[in-house]
């Protein structure tokens, strides 16, 4: 592939580069920096979102119609990398990537209007409400009950890993509507305000020490039909568009970023582990071009699954590679470097690497990806 940016996609990148230096603080830049997970807390996260709000850039892929940009592959491409490589505060999908996708294919006009401004403004933070105790990855499973009382669906049940929930003012969840239907068929899919009441939100700590991840209860909690998005027990299929969202994002640009970042800090080190750093460069390389190709090219659904779920695998797995040979150099820099901050050096890679742990679970484990890979591939 050909890989050389043309003379306007450079300017963009000068664009972006110059936005960078004049937007983000170094307050903003070492929150992005020091952030162990996918998720930066809201204080950061919604204020470097509110700046790109300010620009026309926090939703670049979303309709032009509905606030994003008429940016070309390339251009995204550059975007992310860039602000990858400054450092800025990770962008939390939950609301853009995720709610806001299928708010625009299922959506009726009204929720569009209502939801999809407050959205792109950073008004809204939003949880997902999907796993349960009783379901993981086998999602179909899941309990939390809706039961249809006038215009209202009750609620009682609980979800759980549900990602800053005690950030987030709104919910896109699924909830069981048909009991006696078979199981993906009795699902649908809700969308509701986090702060009704007898909503009741717990903190699960991580291994890591981060208050990410939260336990959501519900008693009795009346949410309007409006909510529904798409047809009643039809959520299946909305939950399926999303999860190509979620499995699809690129994961190079800032795994690029934490290699360069490791090179820099790699000058005489062992052989066995500039050996590791070399063999997860190539690695990288191998999964940008896979991206590449992806984000260049038009595919169909089939094609769209096998790739998001391949990405999905390569990306989390290279990404915990990455934090363990992180974690090695840190080690050997804070024996150099003693007095260095603990928020600067071995904190974070330690932080980071506890953190990563979870990435070949999240979205569907590593081992449901192959199995839809092999699925796919043996069809």
């Given amino acids: 592939m050909d890989l050389a940016f043309s003379s306007d996609e450079l300017a963009f990148r ?3 580069r110059a936005f960078l230096d004049a937007e983000l603080t170094p307050e903003l830049a070492k929150a ?37 940009t008429r940016w070309t592959p390339a251009q995204h491409l550059i975007f992310k990398r860039e602000l990858a ?20 294919e299922f959506g009726t006009p009204e929720q569009k209007e209502s939801l999809l401004p407050r959205i792109r403004s950073g008004d809204d933070w939003w949880a997902q409400g999907y796993s349960e105790p009783e379901a993981g990855s086998d999602l179909a499973s899941l309990r939390l009950a ?32 048909d009991r006696e239907a078979k199981p993906q068929r009795g699902i649908s899919f809700l969308l509701f305000d986090l702060h009704l009441p007898g909503i009741q939100i717990r903190p699960i700590i991580s291994i890591s020490g981060d208050h990410e991840l939260n336990e959501v209860f519900f008693d009795d909690v009346r949410v309007p ?51 590791r750093l070399m063999r997860a460069e190539m690695r990288l390389s191998a999964l940008e071009v896979s991206e590449l190709r ?48 603990e928020d600067t050096g071995r904190g974070v890679a330690l932080a980071t690497y506890l953190n990563d742990r979870a990435a070949s679970i999240y979205a569907g484990t590593n081992e449901i990806q192959r199995d839809i890979v092999a699925k796919i591939l043996l069809q």
């Fill in 14 to 16: 000068d664009e972006v």
């Fill in 146 to 177: 809706a039961e249809r009382d006038g215009n209202c669906y009750v609620l009682n049940g609980s979800k759980t890993w549900t990602t800053h929930a005690h950030f987030s003012n709104k919910m896109f969840c699924l909830v069981r509507t």
């Fill in 294 to 341: 992806l984000l260049f090219a038009e595919v169909d659904e089939r094609r769209g699954s096998l790739v998001s779920s391949m990405s999905k695998i390569c990306g989390t797995e290279l990404r915990q590679e990455l934090t363990e040979i992180g974690l090695a150099l840190a080690d050997r820099e804070s024996l150099r470097m003693p007095d260095r901050p």
């Fill in 85 to 104: 490589l400054a450092g800025a505060p990770p962008l939390t999908p939950n609301a853009t990537h995720m709610a806001a996708p299928v708010i625009i």
């Fill in 32 to 68: 992005g920096r020091n952030c162990p997970g996918i998720y930066c807390d809201y204080p950061a996260a919604n204020a470097w979102f509110r700046i790109l709000a300010s620009r026309g850039w926090s939703v670049p892929h979303w309709p032009v119609e509905l606030g994003g």
């Fill in 225 to 275: 039909v409006s909510g529904l998005l798409g047809k009643e027990n039809d959520g299946w299929t909305v939950a399926k568009h999303l999860l190509r969202h979620e499995r699809s994002s690129m994961w190079t640009p800032l795994l690029r970023a934490r290699l360069e970042w490791m090179k820099e800090i790699s000058g005489g080190c062992p052989s066995t582990l500039a050996a």
